[in-house]
Structures are given as C-alpha cells and as structure tokens.
C-alpha cells in the first residue's frame, strides 16, 4: 500500500520539501522551496529557529500537504559516515557491541552523538550525528504539526533515493557528487552497495552568493580531485569496482564543468534530471530550482522505502 511522505531539506540558504508517494518506486506529487533569512542557519547549524519555523510553515500550507510524516536532513558536515566490512556476526551484536565498534571510528565522545547503522552484505554501515543541532531541527519541525520519522544525513538520502531508483538488483557501479554550500561530497553506490567519499568546501561566491577569491577553475579542480580520492579509496575495499558512471547533483554547475570532469576522469555523466523526470515525475519547475537541487529532499522522502 502506498504511503506519502514528507522530505525536508533545510540547507544554508533556503529549505527545499518535497511531498511524495512512496510504495515499489517513490513518485514526486508536490514540491516547494522558499528562501531562508540571511544567517538563520549558519555551518548546518541553525541560528534562528523562529525565523527557520516560520519559513518551514510557510511551505508546507503553501504546498496543502496530505500527510504530515516527515523525514528532515542533517547537513554533511554535521554527521559522521563510517564505512567498515561487514562481518557474519554483526546482526547478533548488543547495543553496548555497537556503541564500542563506534566509538573506534568517531572523533568524539558518543554522548554528544545521536548514532545507528545499517547494514549491507560487503559493508557496515555506522553514522553518529551532533544531538544538540538533530534536536533542534526536530523541534522545529514538531512545533509546526510534523511527526518526524526520522532525521537522515544527506549522503544517505543520497544512497536511499539511488537504493530506489535502481531497483532490487543494481547492475551499476555510480559515484555521486553532491554539490551544496557550504559543503559538498561524494558518495559511492556500487550496485547497492554504499561508500562514503570525502566533503569539502563549496565557496558561495561562485555561485554569486557572498563575497570570496575562489574560482570556478578552483573549485572543478577540487571536485575533480575528490572524485580520484574516492576511486582509489573504494578500490582498495572492494578491487573489483568499475566506474559506470559520475551524476552530478545538488547545485547547477557553471556550463563547460561537466565536460572538464568528463574527458579528465574518462567516464560518462549521466543525465539525472532524465532520470528523475522519468521514475519519479519530478518537476522541479513548479520550484523553480534545477532538477539536481531537489534530490535530497527527495531522498528523505524515500526514506519510507529503503534503509534509514
């Protein structure tokens, strides 16, 4: 039976819902985006809950939602991913098991961290995330009638809505870069399997936002750099990984990008807005943002369907 659920991106600049029905596949029925006040969210971080709660109401009674299940994002740089094997006895672990294996793998203390972790036949996956920020975001969205399913970070949105779209058996081996400000990141999706890449900064200057130095010719020369990190990296965990393809999403990259990244790294780009328009209906025009820059909150509303 199909269910409907609410996605909600609340990034540095503006909050991004997505309202979609949810069942074999996950179909686009309403979307909305609105800006958000100028340091109302700062680094992830948000700054001024009442002026982000007023936005977030806003959108929703502009969008006349059907439900009110949500699943709100947690920024890149405010989650920790961590990639291990997966061993035959981790299904039987404890709690007390899974909060060691943790804390092996995180750089701060588990008590100022919200954890859990799913897990796939090559690899574990562990994620922790900063409570103080993940509370806040519940809050806001709880004072404004939402019940919240859940809150995910945005690189396993990203692998959620990839989870669907390629369907029970994945045939591709995919790496992902997520291009959003302040931070942009990579993921790998190896015929289902999930590998979290590297993050890094994305200077709001090139997309004209703020004042700054950096150059598009900067940036492409990061991304690209990121893309080889995260090739090498898998490929010493699983040797047999061949690159299908790189999608690009999240911010529009400036025209001639894609083409520098594909005739450096010798790999296709695939056409993701194709791809969304046609599995998911996605219209992003009644958005009035760019195919890619919806995805996320997408993915959160897949979250009904896959893992998290």
């Given at each position: 039976?199909?269910?409907?659920?609410?996605?909600?991106?609340?990034?540095?600049?503006?909050?991004?819902?997505?309202?979609?029905?949810?069942?074999?596949?996950?179909?686009v029925?309403?979307?909305?985006?609105?800006?958000?006040?100028?340091?109302?969210?700062?680094?992830?971080?948000?700054?001024?809950?009442?002026?982000?709660?007023?936005?977030?109401?806003?959108?929703?009674?502009?969008?006349?939602?059907?439900?009110?299940?949500?699943?709100?994002?947690?920024?890149?740089?405010?989650a920790?991913?961590?990639?291990?094997?997966?061993?035959?006895?981790?299904?039987?672990?404890?709690?007390?098991?899974?909060?060691?294996?943790?804390?092996?793998?995180?750089?701060?203390?588990?008590?100022?961290?919200?954890?859990?972790?799913?897990?796939?036949?090559?690899?574990?996956?562990?994620?922790?995330?900063?409570?103080?920020?993940?509370?806040?975001?519940?809050?806001?969205?709880?004072?404004?009638?939402?019940?919240?399913?859940?809150?995910?970070?945005?690189?396993?949105?990203?692998?959620?809505?990839?989870?669907?779209?390629?369907?029970s058996?994945?045939?591709?081996?995919?790496?992902?870069?997520?291009?959003?400000?302040?931070?942009?990141?990579l993921?790998?999706?190896?015929?289902?399997?999930?590998?979290?890449?590297?993050?890094?900064?994305?200077p709001?200057?090139?997309?004209?936002?703020?004042?700054?130095?950096?150059?598009?010719?900067?940036?492409?020369?990061?991304?690209?750099?990121?893309?080889?990190?995260?090739?090498?990296?898998?490929?010493?965990?699983?040797?047999?990984?061949?690159?299908?393809?790189?999608?690009?999403?999240?911010?529009?990259?400036?025209?001639?990008?894609?083409?520098?990244?594909?005739?450096?790294?010798?790999?296709?780009?695939?056409?993701?807005?194709?791809?969304?328009?046609?599995?998911?209906?996605?219209?992003?025009?009644k958005?009035?943002?760019?195919?890619?820059?919806?995805?996320?909150?997408?993915?959160?509303?897949?979250?009904?369907?896959?893992?998290?």
């Open positions: 039976m199909a269910k409907h659920f609410l996605g909600i991106q609340i990034s540095e600049y503006r909050i991004i819902c997505i309202e979609a029905k949810v069942a074999g596949s996950v179909t029925n309403k979307i909305a985006m609105a800006s958000l006040p100028e340091n109302s969210v700062v680094n992830g971080v948000i700054a001024e809950p009442t002026a982000v709660s007023e936005v977030l109401e806003a959108v929703i009674t502009k969008m006349e939602i059907t439900t009110d299940d949500a699943i709100i994002n947690i920024p890149e740089n405010l920790q991913i961590k990639c291990i094997p997966t061993e035959q006895n981790y299904l039987n672990l404890t709690d007390d098991q899974l909060n060691w294996e943790l804390s092996q793998h995180l750089n701060e203390p588990l008590q100022n961290l919200s954890t859990s972790y799913f897990i796939l036949p090559m690899t574990t996956v562990l994620v922790a995330a900063k409570k103080e920020p993940v509370i806040i975001r519940a809050e806001i969205a709880e004072k404004i009638g939402l019940n919240i399913l859940a809150l995910d970070p945005e690189p396993i949105a990203m692998f959620n809505l990839l989870t669907v779209l390629e369907g058996k994945p045939k591709r081996n995919l790496i992902v870069a997520d291009i959003h400000i302040p931070y942009s990141y993921i790998v999706f190896a015929k289902g399997e999930f590998w979290n890449g590297p993050a890094f900064f994305t709001p200057e090139i997309f004209g936002i703020g004042d700054g130095k950096k150059t598009w010719r900067e940036f492409t020369e990061d991304l690209i750099t990121a893309f080889d990190i995260t090739i090498h990296s898998y490929q010493r965990f699983n040797p047999a990984f061949n690159l299908d393809g790189i999608i690009l999403s999240g911010r529009k990259l400036k025209d001639g990008i894609e083409q520098t990244i594909q005739s450096r790294l010798n790999v296709d780009i695939i056409d993701f807005a194709k791809i969304l328009k046609k599995k998911t209906k996605l219209k992003p025009q958005a009035n943002i760019e195919p890619g820059e919806a995805v996320i909150a997408l993915g959160l509303a897949t979250h009904g369907k896959a893992f998290l």
